[in-house]
């Protein structure tokens, strides 16, 4: 069974641009949750959809945007980038609030 | 929102002895409390996991306690190996899986 899969795994951006990662999540899988990671503020949890739906969202400026598919992929977007949105963006996936998450490698975004 | 805290940083240990990482949590509504094992980049991987139905759980040489009362739980490695080096993540969550606040790790080192 194939795991959750970020693409890119790297990606260097200028500040002001946009950027949008994916992730498709483990095969029957309807929940997709996005996470920050940086050496300073450690996981940090982004937003959550299930089925097409934002569930939950945490303390991100509206930069920071998301969507899900109907296949359950998701997208998050992130506009006007600044150095600090440098970090190690996660994804995870899960059936539902009652089971577990896996994670994805990550996408490592680099805002120079 | 959740606050939790994770001791000790860093954690060094003789390969075959005991690693304990303990974690508090803030919000008495919280009743998922996940642990996880990140290794140098890839991303975090679910390695055991606890409802506050429970108070402990064992699976294999990784066994959680729970104490509701006090709001903290902890993680028990016995018999360490080498390959037990990374970063251990606690989490808790009021909304099951899909919404988790992280401690900031525990960067555990096993010495052969």
């Known amino acids: 069974k194939a795991g959750v899969t970020q693409t890119p795994r790297y990606l260097i951006k200028t500040r002001g641009q946009q950027v949008t990662l994916s992730c498709s999540p483990i095969?029957?899988?309807?929940?997709v949750s996005w996470y920050q990671q940086t050496p300073g503020q450690g996981l940090q949890f982004l937003f959550e959809?299930?089925?097409?739906?934002?569930?939950n969202k945490g303390n991100f400026p509206g930069r920071f945007s998301g969507r899900q598919f109907s296949n359950s992929r998701s997208e998050m977007n992130v506009s006007t980038l600044e150095l600090g949105d440098s970090a190690l963006y996660l994804c995870?996936?899960?059936?539902?609030?009652?089971?577990?998450?896996?994670f994805g490698q990550g996408t490592r975004l680099t805002v120079v | 929102g959740e606050n939790v805290e994770q001791h000790p940083s860093t954690l060094s240990v003789q390969e075959g002895d005991s690693a304990v990482i303990k974690c508090t949590y803030s919000d008495s509504a919280s009743n998922y409390f996940p642990w996880y094992k990140q290794e140098l980049g890839k991303g975090p991987q679910l390695i055991i996991d606890?409802?506050?139905?429970?108070g402990e759980k064992k699976d294999q040489r990784i066994a959680v306690t729970l104490n509701k009362t006090a709001k903290h739980f902890s993680l028990h490695i016995t018999e360490t190996q080498p390959e037990d080096s990374a970063v251990y993540f606690c989490a808790a969550s009021w909304a099951g899986a899909n919404n988790l606040f992280f401690g900031t790790g525990t960067r555990l080192t096993v010495i052969p």
């Open positions: 959809y299930f089925s097409e739906t934002q569930r």
């Open positions: 995870a996936s899960s059936l539902g609030a009652e089971t577990e998450a896996f």
């Open positions: 606890i409802r506050s139905n429970v």
């Open positions: 095969s029957g899988h309807r929940s």
